[in-house]
């Protein structure tokens, strides 16, 4: 409704309310709790990272359509409800195709022995707070990087176009390795590793390592010419979508139950998502203060941080604690 409403409201503040209601991530946390519990353990990395991956895919591509519907509209007001209609359109598609996770893995008797233990408490998990953490710091690189990365550009004097390929590039890698995330921890459990294990650990070194290297050392690099800049732009845009596969899988790894992992993946983005909220406004500041090595050193140093954390999320494995039980 906020994308019909947008375009006839005058007032700004109203407006600034009905995006914020858009940007909430409830579509996001209900179809990764969905669509996690629809696949077995082996699978279920593959299946997170293909949903995951929608994000950087909209991140790239988002740009394309918005400016082809306002070429085809002509003003930003038709634009915002014919991109309205699409919208529609996909969310009537998924709510006819869409099925109860319960009974697609109602099979399963682990499912059945778990589905009945007392409800989790996702605010008195330990774990879950470590892994909404590691999505503040994948929220924070990602949408840090996106924000400045254009008057970064600009101020080594390169054109709007091609400010907006290097912007491309950031968000179609992620196309790639959001999904291959999740295939490569698939493969180690397949191979015998530890569930969570994998999961935290493709999360922390082919995902936020690579991410945090690669912002770091973005300055410093990209200075030199147009092309290693946008391989600079696509490792920087690789390892942080790369962990969004492994995010939205765990929460149903530890706990095996939909219902209950949805509640803490809610936590998770409830956390997580506000370093994409503060990062923005931070670095902007920071890099208008400090300059540009700084700016993107801090952006990197929160992916380290989130590669710190994934690695120790192990060292807590299924810690979830149950809801105390009313008596009755």
């Not at 629809?38 to 699978?43: R, V």
């Not at 179609?172 to 969570?196: A, K, Q, Y």
Request: with cysteine; proline share 6%; hydrophobic share 55%.
């Amino acid at each position: 409704m906020p994308q019909f409403a947008i375009p006839f409201l005058e007032h700004y503040g109203l407006i600034l309310l009905l995006r914020f209601l858009q940007g909430w991530g409830i579509v996001w946390f209900v179809t990764t709790s969905m669509t996690t519990a629809w696949f077995p353990l082996a699978q279920r990395g593959m299946a997170s990272g293909i949903v995951s991956a929608a994000i950087p895919f909209g991140i790239g591509f988002g740009g394309l359509l918005t400016g082809w519907l306002l070429e085809v509209a002509g003003t930003w007001q038709k634009s915002f409800i014919e991109f309205g209609v699409i919208v529609a359109v996909v969310a009537l598609l998924w709510a006819l195709l869409a099925r109860d996770p319960v009974a697609v893995t109602s099979t399963s008797s682990l499912d059945d022995l778990i589905s009945s233990a007392p409800p989790v408490n996702p605010f008195g998990s330990l774990v879950g707070w470590l892994v909404a953490l590691c999505l503040f710091a994948n929220a924070w690189q990602l949408i840090g990087l996106n924000t400045v990365l254009p008057s970064y550009m600009y101020s080594l004097g390169y054109h709007p176009t091609q400010a907006g390929a290097a912007i491309l590039a950031v968000g179609l890698i992620g196309v790639v390795s959001t999904p291959l995330g999740g295939i490569i921890s698939d493969r180690l459990i397949l191979s015998g590793m530890e569930t969570v294990k994998a999961r935290a650990y493709v999360m922390a070194i082919p995902g936020f390592l690579v991410a945090g290297a690669a912002t770091v050392l973005f300055p410093f690099l990209a200075r030199s010419n147009y092309a290693t800049l946008l391989l600079m732009a696509i490792l920087a845009g690789w390892g942080v979508p790369l962990t969004n596969a492994s995010i939205g899988a765990l929460p149903t790894d530890m706990l095996q139950s939909p219902g209950r992992a949805g509640k803490l993946f809610g936590l998770i983005i409830l956390v997580g998502i506000s370093g994409g909220v503060i990062a923005p406004y931070v670095i902007t500041a920071i890099s208008a203060s400090a300059g540009w090595i700084v700016a993107f050193a801090i952006l990197g140093v929160g992916a380290f941080l989130g590669m710190a954390i994934g690695l120790i999320i192990p060292c807590f494995g299924q810690a979830i604690p149950a809801e105390p039980l009313e008596a009755e």
